[in-house]
């Protein structure tokens, strides 16, 4: 294999060519770092290339100086770095920026790399529960009157109920498909199966949203490893391509946000799409944020799987299981396979396993011909409709 800095041709193909978990769940005797240096020698060892190629890193969340801190742990001196925080959207907004850094010839190997222990933390009261993101700035006029987070997505899947009809049960069914999908899943934190009536009648969290309609929190960590066509040759796996990328920022402050029932995925998936050259109706599975089960329908809508509107429907009858019309989560999600904080780097390990055909017994999404999926979308949210990026994925 070349060395990292041989190659830097302008206008290359950008391939994720390894992807890995770290311990997850239930982790009480590791810390953050420990679980960024799992994930990254693991996603190092699936892609089958040694660290030393390695000349950018993807970061956020850790430290203080959050690249170079979680670099130097790793053993890595990249010169091509970016700690980009957008919440959850971060890690498919990074992969937008590290596949432009690739093909402009900026970098050739880029890991993104992510850990987090906010389920033991809380356990071992390191740290409370997040009730705000502070109460500086815009925050301050909506933060002392207890508008949450958890109440801002409430108030808008409010609106899209007054608005389109949608029902408790239609939202509901969100949740009952991906404890379905994640019952397969071994690594998932939560596999037992829930209903509709388990769901509407959990205790409520904020109005309408009762527990289960909510992310659970757990610890873990992920990485996915970008590079250039150049290194593909070389790779100990299947390269999944990144076809079409787009980025969109909406408010913060919810009276800045023009319509409760559109999110900035509106404007991020058109634009991904559109690079791509192909549409919704393409697309073979879709890893979607879901820290709450309206992310997921309004999102759906928004990427353009179904009209404005009418995402209550669509979620219905099983579409979004393993083997429905539109397989959606397929690892369990955010509400019941993990969730440790800034989850969208897991939406790209998903993705791109099920592409790749790695997905493993049970779990395996295969078309109606019984072939892989070619086309997959993993769209992560941010804040609280703050921000979305949308990546489409090519299988190789």
């Known amino acids: 294999m070349p060395p990292a800095d041989s190659t830097h041709r302008i206008g290359r193909r950008v391939a994720v060519a390894g992807v890995a978990l770290s311990d997850g769940g239930r982790v009480d005797e590791a810390t953050p770092y420990t ?23 993807a970061s956020a969340g850790l430290g203080t100086l959050a690249p170079v801190e979680v670099a130097e742990y790793l053993g890595l001196r990249p010169t091509w770095v970016d700690s980009t925080s ?22 050739n190997a880029v890991l993104l790399v992510y850990g987090s222990t906010a389920r033991a933390d809380l356990k071992a ?10 109460t500086r700035g815009p925050l301050q006029f909506e933060v002392p009157y207890g508008h949450t987070l958890i109440a801002k997505y409430a108030m808008a899947a409010r609106r899209h109920m007054h608005q389109y009809g949608t029902t408790l049960e239609q939202l509901a069914q969100v949740a009952v498909q991906a404890r379905a999908n994640a019952a397969a899943n071994p690594d998932a934190m939560y596999r037992e199966p829930v209903t509709v009536d388990d769901v509407l009648s959990g205790p409520v969290i904020a109005d309408p949203f009762t527990k289960l309609h909510c992310c659970i929190r757990s610890d873990g960590g992920c990485a996915a490893l970008l590079v250039a066509e ?51 109706g393409d697309i073979d599975l879709a890893q979607i944020y879901d820290a709450f089960t309206y992310m997921t329908l309004v999102t759906l809508e928004d990427l353009g799987f ?45 993705a791109v396993r099920q592409l790749r055909g790695d997905a493993g017994d049970g779990r395996q999404v295969r078309r109606r011909d019984g072939t892989l999926p070619e086309l997959a979308v993993a769209s992560g949210t941010g804040g609280w409709f703050c921000s979305s990026g949308t990546l489409v994925l090519g299988r190789g």
């Open 35 to 57: 679980l960024h240096a799992q994930a990254a020698r693991r996603a190092l060892a699936d892609a089958g290339i040694d660290r030393s190629l390695v000349d950018g890193l």
């Open 230 to 280: 150049d290194l593909v040759p070389d790779l100990a796996t299947r390269p999944v391509w990144i076809l079409g990328s787009g980025t969109a920022v909406s408010h913060t402050t919810m009276s800045e946000w023009e319509d409760f029932t559109v999110s900035p995925a509106a404007t991020s998936g058109p634009t991904a799409f559109a690079q791509a050259g192909v549409t919704p």
């Open 306 to 350: 179904c009209a404005k509107g009418e995402g209550g429907s669509f979620v219905e009858n099983g579409r979004l299981l393993r083997d429905g019309d539109l397989p959606v989560n397929t690892d369990g999600g955010g509400l019941s396979a993990c969730h440790p904080g800034m989850r969208g780097l897991f939406l790209l390990v998903e």
């Open 86 to 107: 957008v919440g959850g959207s971060t890690w498919e907004v990074m992969a937008s920026h590290a596949a432009d850094a690739i093909a402009q010839g900026r970098a």
């Open 125 to 134: 009261r390191r740290r409370t529960a997040d009730l705000s993101f502070g």
